[in-house]
């Protein structure tokens, strides 16, 4: 079983469509959360960290649920410029990736 | 503010060559990591400096493999010798922040292929 699992996707979504994404992770000994977003040929760049008590920024909201090791970003009225891959990351003593989500938002 | 920098950008050499790849963190950013990610997969931890010291090299995957921070201030990570599954991504990221919990930038990354 992988350390960080993410949907593959890709997700194909309308401008102005809200978009799920779910991670999940194995080890329950995992101390910090983040998704990251990482355009096509370009380096990953952090998004947002993820609390427990959830967190939201913008169009984006995170959850997170210990208990279920499940992690989970909500993006609301997609932009085209939304279109990457998203990366769900766990630190335990480093930063384990999963191996991302693909978003193309279309007009 | 410069951002991470690492070269070269791309790099392609032969089975059983040497390549050197080298990061720039961002000034005054003491924690410096290295990660790869080969084709179709995560991308994965391979160590982590802080300042010239290894703090975690638990992510290298073999003694082919060697990463020095002289001075503290750039890394460099060499492959000797390289083999065809060395191919990928290589990644550097630099954080001011001790614990890996905290944001860490990444460079654009040196892409190897290895033939």
């Known amino acids: 079983r992988k350390e960080v699992e993410q949907d593959p996707g890709p997700f194909n979504v309308p401008e102005g469509a809200t978009v799920a994404f779910n991670c999940t992770y194995s080890n329950s000994a995992s101390q910090s959360f983040f998704w990251y977003r990482q355009d096509c040929r370009k380096e990953p760049k952090l998004l947002m960290s993820v609390y427990s008590s959830g967190n939201e920024d913008g169009r984006f909201t995170a959850q997170l649920n210990r208990a279920s090791q499940y992690i989970s970003l909500l993006i609301r009225d997609s932009k085209l410029s939304d279109s990457a891959t998203y990366l769900c990351?766990?630190?335990?003593?480093?930063?384990?990736f999963g191996a991302g989500t693909r978003l193309t938002v279309k007009p | 503010e410069a951002g991470v920098t690492q070269f070269p950008s791309h790099s392609v050499i032969e089975k059983g060559q040497t390549v050197t790849l080298r990061c720039d963190p961002i000034s005054g950013h003491d924690n410096l990591y290295w990660y790869r990610r080969v084709m179709g997969k995560e991308i994965k931890f391979l160590l982590h400096?802080?300042?010239?010291?290894?703090?975690?090299e638990s992510g290298m995957p073999n003694n082919r493999f060697l990463a020095e921070r002289t001075g503290g201030t750039y890394s460099t990570l060499k492959v000797q010798p390289a083999e065809l599954e060395d191919s990928g991504v290589y990644f550097c990221?630099?954080?001011?922040?001790?614990?890996?919990?905290?944001?860490?930038?990444f460079g654009p990354g040196t892409r190897l292929t290895v033939t």
């Open positions: 990221a630099s954080s001011d922040r001790a614990s890996s919990s905290y944001e860490q930038y």
């Open positions: 400096f802080v300042k010239e010291s290894k703090q975690d």
């Open positions: 990351v766990v630190n335990i003593n480093d930063m384990r």
